[in-house]
């Protein structure tokens, strides 16, 4: 019998439950086998085999059926989530299995985290939820949750987080000096998310490729270089000129003065008072 189901599953050699993944064996004129085939979680409990004589004996056994974890998607965060800079943030990763999973946070690319404003960072995070308070660009990235039970296998959820802020741009050099007739590269820095247009302008004048400039921009996660390489300069190249960036969030821009130096290294005269006069 299956006590929890109060079911009765066989007599002597015969099944009496209808489901056909319960059967019987007799091995030896003492002997009955009790087999369970492809066990469902249902068939968790207990069990008593009883021998019918007087008075009646009976013998209990527990059967405990593991279930590897597994997402629950309808209550778990999507895969890719995005937020405002300076706004919280929750992630979820719900998950069932026998016994309960254990859910455990961290970066995808091992950095620590902070899961909120002021607290210690730490590398990962044993928790159903993610909270992450006033985030910033910093916090972007990819977020593992990993729930596991004991029971093989164990499995993980990946979750992007996309910060979105408005445009920064960083200037390395804002005043670079070049001889006419050579070539110089003037270089904008700017961070932003999502992705910002570009431009340079001279003289108010939108700059695009020619034979003698050239724009380039060279992307590192949210932070992108710009380069204006100028070729064989003229006095009419020299004034300051303008790199700008514009996304969804905002628009921002910086200047970087290009003056016409000499090229030549000035030379400096020294007096080197004698022995005779030093006397």
Known sequence: MHLNRVMLLTIDETTITLIPRF??????PTTWTLHILQVEPDDTGY???????EPAINQVGYVQVVVPPQFVDEESSVSHVSVQESHDVRL??????????NIRWTREDAHPFSAARGSQVV???????LVLKGVTRKDMGAYLCIATNKVPPSISKRIVLDVHFQPLI?????????????????????AAFPNAVHFWRFNDQLLINS???????????????????LRN????????????????LGATESNVRLYASSGSVPSVALHIPSLATLG
Request: aromatic letters at 4%.
């Open 233 to 248: 300069l003229r006095h009419k190249d020299f004034g300051t000129y303008v790199c700008a960036a514009k996304n969804s």
């Open 23 to 28: 059967r019987v064996t007799r091995e030896d």
């Open 123 to 129: 590398k990962h995070i044993d928790s159903e939820e």
């Open 92 to 101: 979820v990763c719900r998950a069932r299995g026998v016994p309960n999973p």
């Open 170 to 190: 960083t200037v390395p050099n804002q005043l670079v000096g070049a001889p006419v007739g050579t070539s110089v590269t003037l270089e904008c820095q700017v």
């Open 211 to 229: 034979s003698r400039q050239e724009t380039q921009e060279l992307r590192n996660g949210y932070t992108t270089t710009m380069k204006l390489s």
């Open 47 to 53: 069990y008593v085999c009883q021998v019918n004589m």
